[in-house]
């Protein structure tokens, strides 16, 4: 039998009763939604996510569409799976290259999305690293003039670095001349990392 017709049955089974229930029955256990999507059909996370970046990537949609479409992902990689899954969907090149596309809002978007991913998410770091998203946040924080922009990539910045080593390296490295100590971050000290993000935050 097909698993997702064994668990519909069984939570069929477990819900199902010919005698009334009892006052202090517990409730019925709700079914879940992806046995229900993986029965009847639908379309998946992965389905949705890619259709996101489909619309914001598409020329044929308007601003105001693109920002919908991203606030969807948003929420989509705010599981931990979903975020994982943007390196299988190439889904984080697009990601970073939109946060030097010509729109702001999209730029906001962009970083915003990179920290959702990346927050306590060591193989979304790992990733976020390696794509180069580190030098174009430490950018964004250093030369946007929005101070809306600013902030969802330090936002991001921060959760790339914290307790995680080569990406607080790295973003030293990326930092402006004016802003280095000449001395290693330890990105397992939240202190130090908070420091190198007040520097950035400060700097007009």
Known sequence: MDPGMNHLLKWGIENSSADPPLSDAP?????????????????????????????????????ENKLTAFDNFEQLIESIDNANNLEPLGL????????????GQLRRMAAWCVGTAVQNNEKAQERALVMGAI???????VEEADENIRRKALYALSSEMRNYQPATDEAVKALPEKLRTGRPT????????????????ERK
């Open 27 to 63: 409730p019925p256990r709700p079914i879940d939604p992806a046995i229900l999507q993986a029965i009847f059909g639908g379309p998946s996370d992965a389905d949705l996510m890619k259709q996101s970046m489909a619309a914001i990537l598409s020329p044929d949609i308007t601003l």
């Open 186 to 201: 330890d990105a397992a000290d939240m202190e130090a990392v908070d420091q190198l993000i007040a520097s950035l935050r």
């Open 92 to 103: 984080w090149t697009p990601l970073v290259e939109l946060m030097k596309n010509e729109e």
């Open 135 to 141: 030098p174009a946040l430490v950018k964004m924080t």
